[in-house]
């Protein structure tokens, strides 16, 4: 099967970004999320389309992988397709194969749903099974509790305090407010809302980003963060719990997020704020 592999201009970002809306599904596996794209425009709109790459056969977006790194591909298909072999077999031959500008050499590593064919047909090519990951996902049909803290959407007066938490809770002090005003200025921005929470001395403790896909669809948790001071205060749970509530305020179906399942500590975070853990799923690795 041929398919055409490309990497989108900022135009085709867009495209490929309403195309996973239309992808969202409660019923589905989770999957790439549009949130996904939003987070990385942190970086910037021209830096997030080149690390997309498409697959289109006769003008219709049949699957799409995200460079979240340079050695790891996070794919997703439109949902007729995941299960065709065929399709998977020409995904898999252009992951594999390093000239075609999708992967390097030497080792790198897809992320996929387990019940796509692809990872069979990487399999085929060698590939092995490497990290695990746990999805975990919240219905948001009820009311969501109260988060037991105030919390506030971010706009420019508190884009600070949200980037000081997440640079704190990411241990990543390079991390300012420029990455909220690249994030709102993105293809994604009316898919996000970021919250802060604060404690009872005007404190910014816990931050976070939620990501909606539409009416009617899972959204997506990406990220959250505890400042690194104010760990072991319950404030995780809470920040979630808003983000949830946000979430359920735009329609949005469930919530969701996916977290290596090393980080039990995240894991733990989450399912006290009712997010239900799924089966694990694994990553696919190229030693080269």
Request: proline content about 7%; overall charge negative.
């Amino acid at each position: 099967m041929s398919l055409q592999l490309s990497t989108p201009d900022q135009d085709g970002l867009a495209a490929a970004v309403a195309a996973l809306r239309s992808w969202q599904h409660d019923v589905a596996p989770m999957q790439l999320h549009p949130g996904d794209l939003g987070w990385y425009e942190r970086y910037g709109s021209q830096r997030a389309a080149a690390a997309v790459r498409t697959w289109s056969q006769d003008g219709q977006l049949l699957a799409l992988a995200f460079l979240d790194e340079a050695d790891l591909a996070r794919l997703t298909t439109a949902p007729e397709v995941s299960a065709d072999e065929a399709v998977a077999a020409a995904i898999a031959a252009d992951l594999d194969d390093p000239a075609r500008g999708v992967l390097p050499a030497g080792r790198a590593y897809v992320e996929a749903p387990d019940t796509y064919a692809v990872k069979p047909a990487l399999e085929a090519r060698g590939w092995l099974v490497d990290e695990a990951w746990t999805p975990l996902r919240r219905d948001l049909a009820e009311p969501v509790d109260d988060p037991g803290l105030r919390v506030e959407e971010v706009g420019p007066e508190r884009a600070a305090d949200w980037a000081g938490v997440l640079s704190s809770a990411f241990g990543n002090p390079a991390f300012d407010e420029r990455r909220w005003q690249a994030i709102v200025a993105g293809v994604c921005a009316e898919d996000a809302t970021s919250l802060v929470g604060y404690d009872t001395h005007g404190t910014a403790v816990a931050a976070i980003t939620v990501w909606s896909a539409g009416p009617g669809r899972p959204g997506l948790i990406e990220p959250m963060g505890v400042h690194a001071e104010h760990r072991g205060h319950g404030y995780g749970r809470g920040i979630t719990l808003a983000g949830a509530a946000t979430l359920r305020e735009r329609g949005a179906s469930s919530v969701l997020v996916c977290t290596p399942s090393t980080l039990v500590g995240a894991v733990a975070t989450y399912r006290s704020a009712g997010l239900v853990p799924g089966p694990e799923r694994t990553d696919r690795r190229r030693d080269g």
